[in-house]
């Protein structure tokens, strides 16, 4: 099982930037996803092995980045422009890849990132 550890979450005023990052396998394509209070969790990015396909949420699209650190197996999400709806936990998960869909149930602590007006 892969152990995910999520970090770089913060409190960040509108059009702030924020950096996360997440303990990743190489070996699975990968996802963020991000759940606000008394919504369902949803995914916002996601990414294949290697540096590969990326997509995006149309929320998020033009103003967040994922990319991964083979060598350091790390993912990461650049997140740029943000808005106070941006505002949820968030979480790293290995996905079945081409899908939005995680490969077990296992989720790490996640990381809080709040943003305001």
């Known amino acids: 099982q892969v152990q995910l550890a999520e970090s770089g979450g913060g409190s960040v005023q509108a059009g702030g930037s924020l950096r996360l990052s997440c303990t990743a396998s190489n070996s699975y394509c990968m996802a963020w996803f991000r759940q606000a209070e008394g919504k369902e969790r949803e995914g916002v990015a996601r990414?294949?092995?290697?540096?590969?396909?990326?997509d995006y949420a149309d929320s998020v699209k033009g103003r967040f980045t994922i990319s991964r650190d083979i060598g350091k197996n790390m993912l990461f999400l650049q997140m740029d422009s943000l808005k106070p709806e941006d505002t949820a936990m968030y979480y790293c998960?290995?996905?079945?890849?081409?899908?939005?869909?995680?490969?077990?149930?296992?989720w790490g602590q996640g990381t809080q990132v709040t943003v305001s007006s």
């Open positions: 990414i294949s092995t290697g540096n590969g396909g990326r």
């Open positions: 998960a290995t996905i079945w890849c081409g899908t939005w869909s995680p490969r077990n149930n296992y």
